[in-house]
């Protein structure tokens, strides 16, 4: 099993509609939850952060993270076009080893006009 | 503004030839990573530093060195390219582990 899991898409969706990422990952002791958004060729960008179960607002996006079940979502309103993109999601994981940041492969995400 | 940089943009090397990557950051940030990622695959962790101190993954290949002089520079060295090191080379950086990070443009390597 894979440490960060995201269906890799193409998730489509028209423009104005709400887009949902899910994330799992497989570390209970996991700490600190994040997505990123990526543009074909270009770097990581992050959107949103989440450390306590529940929602996280932030403009058009909410982060909703369920640690019993362990999964992160990441909603998107009123999609955009630009919001096209891969969304990355990362979890922090802290043990007596240090700290460690893993990734998922990313959803890819096309909002059709 | 804050930002992290990475030179180049884009790197041609021939294979076997040693390269360098650099990054420079202005958000004092006491954390760098380094991240190699390939088409349509996570970002994979090659090395972090956290102040001064140097944290290899346990799978990053003995081909890849990094150096950081002082808080604002951290370089990655390939010392002997293969066509499997084709990718693009991530560096980030965090303020502590808690928080998410701040990537640069990234280098895009690629080995003829």
């Known amino acids: 099993q894979k440490e960060v899991e995201q269906n890799s898409g193409p998730l489509s969706v028209p423009e104005g509609a709400i887009a949902s990422l899910n994330c799992t990952y497989s570390?209970?002791?996991?700490?600190?939850f994040f997505w990123y958004r990526q543009y074909s060729g270009k770097s990581p960008e992050l959107i949103m952060s989440?450390?306590?179960?529940g929602d996280k607002e932030d403009g058009r996006f909410t982060a909703q993270l369920n640690k019993a079940s362990q999964y992160v979502s990441l909603l998107i309103r009123d999609s955009q076009p630009s919001d096209s993109a891969t969304y990355l999601c990362a979890v922090n994981l802290i043990n007596t080893g240090g700290f460690k940041t893993i990734f998922g492969a990313g959803t890819r995400l096309f909002v059709k006009a | 503004d804050a930002m992290v940089i990475q030179n180049p943009r884009y790197q041609v090397t021939q294979f076997g030839k040693p390269v360098t990557l650099s990054c420079s950051q202005t958000l004092n940030h006491n954390v760098m990573y380094w991240y190699q990622q390939k088409s349509s695959q996570a970002p994979k962790l090659l090395f972090h530093?956290?102040?001064?101190?140097?944290?290899n993954e346990a799978d990053t290949p003995d081909n890849f060195q990094s150096r950081r002089p002082n808080t604002s520079f951290c370089f990655l060295d390939i010392r002997s390219p293969g066509l499997g090191d084709a990718a693009m080379y991530l560096c980030?950086?965090?303020?502590?582990?808690?928080?998410?990070?701040?990537f640069g443009s990234g280098t895009r390597l690629t080995v003829v």
């Open positions: 989440i450390y306590s179960n």
């Open positions: 570390d209970r002791g996991s700490q600190s």
């Open positions: 530093y956290y102040d001064k101190d140097f944290n």
């Open positions: 980030a950086t965090s303020r502590g582990t808690e928080g998410g990070y701040t």
